[in-house]
């Protein structure tokens, strides 16, 4: 076999193609695999937004039934009109809520 310029520059050629491709697959693959990282951030994100939710839902349910005391003891002293009318409100929401989670 004689090895002259043409079958360095060939030679060259395939060498250089085959990093081109072998390069594209290396990207390829690290791209997935940044995909599959961001994936598992997001589920942990979503966990710990889920978790929050939930706290703050309790701590609104635990907000809104002292207010329903506070406006009840309101109304027991006598204090009428928009007292009345926000115990009236809120009790009628209480009671809607509790219904709709039911459902």
């Known amino acids: 076999m004689v090895v002259d310029s ?3 520059i060939l030679g060259a050629e395939v060498i ?3 990093g ?4 594209i697959i290396r990207e390829i693959v690290k ?3 940044r995909q599959k990282e961001q994936d598992k951030d997001i589920e942990k994100i979503k966990k710990e937004q889920e978790k929050d939710i939930k706290t703050i839902k309790e701590e609104q349910t635990m907000i809104t039934y002292v207010l329903l005391a506070v406006l009840d003891g309101l109304k ?3 204090c009428n009109g928009e007292v009345t009318r926000a ?4 009790s009628k929401f209480i009671n809607k809520k509790a219904h709709d989670t039911l459902d």
């Not at 081109?20 to 390069?23: A, E, L, M, P, T």
């Not at 115990?87 to 809120?90: A, C, K, R, S």
């Open 6 to 8: 043409s079958t360095i």
């Open 31 to 33: 791209f997935f695999e």
């Open 76 to 78: 027991q002293q006598g």
């Open 16 to 18: 250089g193609a085959l």
């Open 20 to 23: 081109v491709i072998f390069g």
């Open 87 to 90: 115990h009236d409100e809120l």
